[in-house]
């Protein structure tokens, strides 16, 4: 009772004398004056006291205060520890204000105590009370639709019972604005330790309105202080302990909803948490995972990439892989750190829902060196890893289940090679990217034809295209990526561009090219017509000077000048003028011989009217004009005349009078390089062959014609011309195909040689001429000695006509006879058809019954090109046609109707043949057979024993006319057949062909089976999009499930066994209950996603029987220092009735009560030593005080 007896002392300094209520401010100031000091950290007095000589200044001084005197500060300071200890409140506040020296308020003015609260003070401290409960908005929401009198009293129970249980925060309670103060001054080594364990402790033990107050500048400090930690270079012990310390901070923090929203919010928290992975410090590491781990569970799919991408930096930072620091923590011997990093490992592993990425990061770990340890780890005789392994093994099995099930699908669905061939096809058809698909199947076509060489070559062409197409769902070969999904292509892209516009331009510089060659060699045959007009001229004037020599020239007046060439050109290129005639008589001498021919590109030697020629000798002779002068002493080029034809070199010629002093082609020397040797190669190399192909040798190929065409005796140049090319095709002697043709020896004749031969041939009468050159034979041309021999064949055209049906006859009956059975098989089968028929009458029936009211109505038939027009009729809905509908009613009611598609199958060939081209060819081969049987009748006797004609031609008559015979026949029973069918369904003939009728009976029949195939496709269809719904809805209905269950490891348990929001996480993954739910998914589809709050909930403040003003009140804590309600509540009035609402098992209340017990202790012994002691009964009469003005409205 002494520590209750009242201290006297002098007023406070501040204190005014008169003033009618003491502040609380001065209250605290009196009690802290005259607070005791312990040893030990603790508060030291405030800066204006006096500090007691010897005393030592403790590690810890915060030297601001920061306590006011608001009530809603007040009511925040309200915790909610349980205590072993009730302090009973004093008798009045009056009695506590009487005996109390600090106030320096006259005795009589406590007269006006208590003053009222206001309506919207009582209703800001209920809100204060909610806040401090961690109640979420739902809960919060039916609470303050509440009476204002409930309100009232629910705030006094709450305070009353905070105060007997000793919950207030005593006057010197470190406040959140201290800390922050201390954290910011820098504070380094066992200051900041102790400090920072002080903070650890007061975030545990404090309410949420005072962490709240604390986080929203501490946190940003704690962050700033782990990261200067982390990036220091020192690896002291006292830096990792307030490493340490920091990350314990944090996680008292996050046992708070608002602590766990902030650091999740915090872009660097994750980041400063991965760097803190360092299995050298396994305390430390411990803690960590775990805070991944609980992240990774409770957040949304967003978080688990930045916990991943927190880690890829750390590991690059680092230079290692990102999971290394991981799976070397399950190296170490500490079994917590084993289970914990094994709990980070299931959280990554099991939290995507694709499966893709799931087995990405799996086998990642593995890579990383787990597929070696998880034998050892399995050795090792521990609970919690034990359940940490089996969540692991489970999950990875039920992984490879749902694998190898897709993997089934695929093969299910497209196993048939044709089938995948035609859905790629499909797919790929009148696209850009048919060519790409036709590229890759002409480059699988050059695989190495090798036994056991192509399946290595197709087994990397599969692994290189599973990653290409794969990459979007996490299969990405590069491991170190940042975001699973985070491609840059656009260099890649740019570079396909770039490459398509190089690919257009060159397709581009390809036409040019070609329109280039073209005209080079239109030019080039033009200067090969020009050289042949020049030979000629050439040729014409040298028999003009031969003439001229002999006969003397013509007179003056009828000198006739030439025209001019083509080509423009100077004085200097005239051709000069003859020499004159000797003045005597006798022979002239010959003429000189003509000029070369020019080079390709020189002008004609003909550049203007070529002057008269002399007067003869015996009229007295003129000199000749000089020669003209070339420029800069350039002397003429020697003149080569090569004993064969030459190829020309095509080049653009450089003038004489266009050139300079200085000019290179001035001083060249080219003939001292002459020698025979190289004359004679070059000749050789690039001489005109006339045998060389026509096609390639325009040029010397004319050459040869004109010279052939110059030797012609009676030939035509066209029939020599091409008789010439028929020739040299066969290279066989022309009497061996003299007698070819008489001994009409198949084996030899071709098809083609005769018929060149009946093409290019002279007429009858042309050859029976020819036999007066037979004398000639050796000077007449090739086509010429080749037509004389064959004129000796007599009666050769209709010979060759006779040896040429022949040839084609086996060809002609093999066209026309399977096109008749065609038809005749297709005609039998449409009538006898049984399927057909009944397909024909539910047509039939279906289109009465939708013609109903029209004129089409009661139809006794209809046209069978009109089945055709069924898939034009479009439901109502415009999703299917009357022909899909037919196909599902046979489907399902009428099955053999559907073999009618077999039944019918000669209609593919049939539908192909043209009746009029099949009778017009029966017609023509009759027409043969008689006119070669007039030939046979009338032919002459032969003269020649080769000439086996006759003999041949007789039997071949004999079989091709009872062939005939036989075609015709056939051909009479198909045009009875079809008459027949005419008739059975009353098709006009006048109308429809027998082409459109077999046409529109295939049409439909592929149709048909068009639609067959297109309605299987629509059930499958929608079967899949059935089951795709279903799975939806599943995976929808799991991720609820699973978003039910983080609110739960969220949300704040009953009373006695709260352990907190980080607690519960832990707790969850520690006995793997955040990862079971997760079995036996559904891959969702990326439109849905997991979309996860960490919201979490304290329990309802429940108020019930309304009538009576009996309320429920439930508290709850997410510290360890929770009131026991069972034996801490006390109603203030006697009409107030508290009830507990328990929702839990009776032995884990017990445990938990016993748990409870253990922490309440030992963090209270912390408390007392960090902050020191005080006097109990100080914050009574602040309580008694609102308590009193509560009561008093």
């Not at 030291?44 to 005393?55: H, I, R, T, V």
């Not at 007061?202 to 700033?224: A, K, M, Q």
């Not at 033009?526 to 050289?531: F, I, M, R, V």
């Not at 004109?706 to 066989?732: G, P, T, Y």
Request: hydrophobic share 35%.
């Amino acid at each position: 009772m002494e520590r209750h007896q009242p201290r006297l002392h002098h007023p406070a300094q501040g204190s005014a004398a008169g003033t009618p209520y003491p502040s609380s401010a001065s209250l605290r100031g009196c009690r802290e004056s005259k607070m005791p000091r312990r040893k030990g950290p603790q508060h030291p007095p405030p800066p204006s006291g006096p500090e007691e000589p010897g005393e030592k200044r403790p590690k810890f001084h915060l030297n601001i205060r920061t306590l006011t005197d608001d009530m809603l500060d007040k009511f925040a300071s309200i915790r909610i520890p349980g205590s072993k200890k009730e302090r009973p409140p004093l008798p009045n506040l009056k009695t506590a204000f009487a005996s109390s020296d600090c106030s320096a308020a006259p005795l009589e003015m406590m007269e006006n105590f208590p003053k009222p609260l206001s309506e919207n003070e009582l209703l800001e401290l209920f809100e204060k009370m909610m806040e401090d409960m961690n109640l979420n908005e739902d809960k919060k929401a039916p609470l303050r639709e509440k009476d204002f009198s409930i309100k009232k009293e629910m705030v006094m129970q709450y305070i009353n019972t905070a105060s007997k249980t000793g919950s207030l925060k005593r006057s010197r309670q470190i406040s959140p604005q201290e800390f922050i103060h201390e954290l910011k001054m820098g504070s380094a080594d066992e200051r900041l330790v102790t400090c920072l364990e002080s903070l650890r402790v007061s975030l545990t033990s404090n309410p949420v309105s005072w962490v709240e107050s604390f986080g929203h500048e501490g946190l940003g400090l704690l962050l700033d202080i782990l990261e200067k930690l982390i990036s220091g270079k020192i690896q002291e012990k006292v830096v990792k302990k307030n490493q340490h310390k920091v990350i314990q901070c944090l996680k008292a923090l996050m046992n708070t909803q608002y602590g766990l929203e902030r650091i999740m919010s915090e872009e660097r928290s994750l980041s400063l948490l991965a760097k803190a992975v360092d299995p050298r410090h396994p305390n430390m590491m411990t803690d960590v995972v775990k805070l991944l781990s609980a992240v990774c569970i409770v957040g949304e799919e967003s978080i688990l990439e930045e916990v991943l991408e927190a880690l890829t930096s750390a590991g690059e930072e680092k230079k290692i892989d990102r999971f290394f620091c991981i799976v070397e923590g399950l190296r170490h011997n500490s079994v917590q750190l084993q289970v914990a990093c094994m709990q980070l490992i299931n959280a990554l592993v099991t939290s995507p829902d694709d499966l893709d990425f799931r087995l990405h990061i799996r086998n990642e770990f593995m890579r990383c060196g787990l597929k070696e340890i998880l034998p050892n780890l399995k050795c090792i005789k521990n609970d919690g890893l034990d359940i940490q392994l089996k969540v692991f093994d489970e999950h990875k099995e039920e992984d490879l289940f749902e694998l190898s099930h897709r993997l089934e699908d695929i093969r299910a669905e497209l196993d048939e090679a044709y089938d995948v061939y035609n859905m790629v096809w499909s797919t790929v058809k009148e696209t850009r990217a048919e060519g790409y698909f036709i590229s890759i199947l002409q480059h699988l076509l050059l695989i190495r034809n090798d036994y056991f060489i192509r399946q290595q070559y197709f087994k990397l062409i599969d692994e290189c295209v599973s990653q290409i197409v794969l990459h979007r769902d996490g299969m990405d070969p590069d491991f170190t990526y940042r975001k699973r999904l985070d491609l840059d292509l656009t260099q890649f892209v740019d570079i396909c561009i770039d490459q398509a516009k190089l690919e257009e331009f060159e397709e581009k510089a390809s036409e040019l090219y070609k329109k280039f060659e073209k005209e080079f060699t239109d030019h080039q045959e033009t200067q090969a017509e020009l050289q042949k007009k020049e030979a000629k001229i050439n040729e014409l004037q040298a028999e003009l000077q031969a003439f001229k020599s002999q006969f003397g020239a013509l007179p003056a007046d009828c000198n006739i000048p030439l025209p001019p060439s083509k080509e423009g050109g100077t004085g200097h290129s005239a051709l000069p003028p003859p020499p004159p005639l000797p003045s005597g008589g006798g022979v002239p001498p010959p003429p000189p011989p003509p000029p070369p021919p020019p080079l390709p590109g020189m002008r004609m030697p003909f550049s203007g009217p070529v002057p008269p020629p002399p007067p003869l000798g015996f009229l007295g002779g003129q000199n000749s004009p000089p020669l003209p002068i070339l420029p800069f002493g350039l002397k003429p080029k020697k003149e080569f005349k090569p004993e064969i034809s030459m190829r020309r070199l095509n080049w653009l010629k450089i003038r004489p009078h266009e050139m300079t002093e200085n000019c290179f082609w001035i001083k060249v020397n080219e003939n001292k390089y002459e020698n025979v040797d190289l004359l004679c190669k070059l000749e050789n190399t690039f001489c005109c062959q006339q045998k060389e192909r026509r096609e390639e040798e325009d040029i010397e190929e004319k050459k040869s014609i004109k010279k052939k065409i110059k030797e012609l005796k009676f030939l035509d140049s066209k029939i020599a011309q091409n008789l010439s090319i028929f020739l040299s095709s066969f290279r066989v002697p022309y009497e061996e195909i003299r007698m070819m043709i008489l001994e009409v020896d198949e084996t030899r004749l071709a098809e083609s040689m005769i018929q060149n031969l009946i093409k290019h041939l002279p007429d009858q009468e042309q050859l029976n001429s020819l036999s007066q050159f037979k004398s000639e034979y050796s000077n007449l041309c090739e086509p010429e000695q080749f037509v004389v021999v064959m004129s000796n064949v007599k009666r050769l055209r209709p010979r060759l006509s006779a040896i040429l049906f022949k040839l084609q006859f086996e060809e002609q009956v093999n066209n026309i006879k399977p096109d008749i059975m065609a038809v005749s098989t297709a005609c039998e089968e449409i009538k006898k058809s049984k399927s057909f028929s009944k397909l024909l009458e539910l047509v039939l029936l279906m289109g009465n019954y939708m013609n109903a009211g029209s004129r089409n109505a009661q139809t006794f038939g209809f046209n069978l090109s009109s089945l055709c027009k069924l898939k034009d009729t479009k439901s109502a809905d415009q999703k299917t046609t009357l022909l899909h509908f037919l196909v599902e009613i046979c489907e399902e009611k009428y099955p053999d109707i559907l073999n009618f598609v077999d039944d019918l199958e000669p209609l593919d060939k049939a539908s192909k043949v043209s009746v009029e081209t099949l009778e017009k060819n029966l017609r023509q081969m009759g027409r043969q057979l008689q006119q070669l049987e007039k030939e046979l009748e009338t032919f002459p006797p032969p003269e020649d024993l080769h000439d086996k004609f006759v003999t041949k031609m007789s039997r071949f008559v004999i079989s091709a006319k009872e062939q005939y015979e036989t075609l015709s026949k056939l051909h009479e029973n198909m045009e009875k057949l079809y008459q027949s069918i005419i008739g059975y369904y009353a098709i006009d003939v006048k109308k429809v062909s027998v082409e459109d009728f077999l046409t529109d009976l295939n049409n439909f029949r592929t149709t048909f089976m068009q639609a067959i195939k297109e309605n299987i496709k629509k059930r499958e269809a929608e079967e899949k999009e059935k089951r795709v719904r279903i799975a939806k809805e599943l995976a929808e209905r799991e991720r609820l499930e699973r978003q039910q269950k983080k609110k739960r490891l969220l949300e704040m348990k009953t009373e006695g066994d709260e352990t907190g929001v980080m607690d519960n996480l832990l707790e969850a993954l520690q006995s793997g209950a955040a990862f079971r739910d997760r079995r036996k998914r559904t891959p969702m589809p990326k439109d849905v996603r997991q979309s996860l709050s960490p919201m979490s909930q304290r329990p309802v403040l429940k108020v019930c029987n309304h009538e009576n003003q009996k309320v429920q009140l439930t508290e709850g804590s997410r510290s360890h220092y929770n009131i026991n309600c069972n034996s801490t509540r006390t109603p203030v009035a006697k009409e107030l009735n508290y009830n507990l609402d328990t929702h839990t098992s009776t032995g884990r209340i017990k445990a938990a009560e016993k748990k409870e017990a253990c922490n309440v202790e030992s963090n209270r012994k912390k408390e007392t030593e960090l902050l020191g002691s005080f006097s109990k009964n100080e914050s009574v009469p602040e309580v008694e005080a609102l308590l009193a003005r509560l009561r008093a409205l």
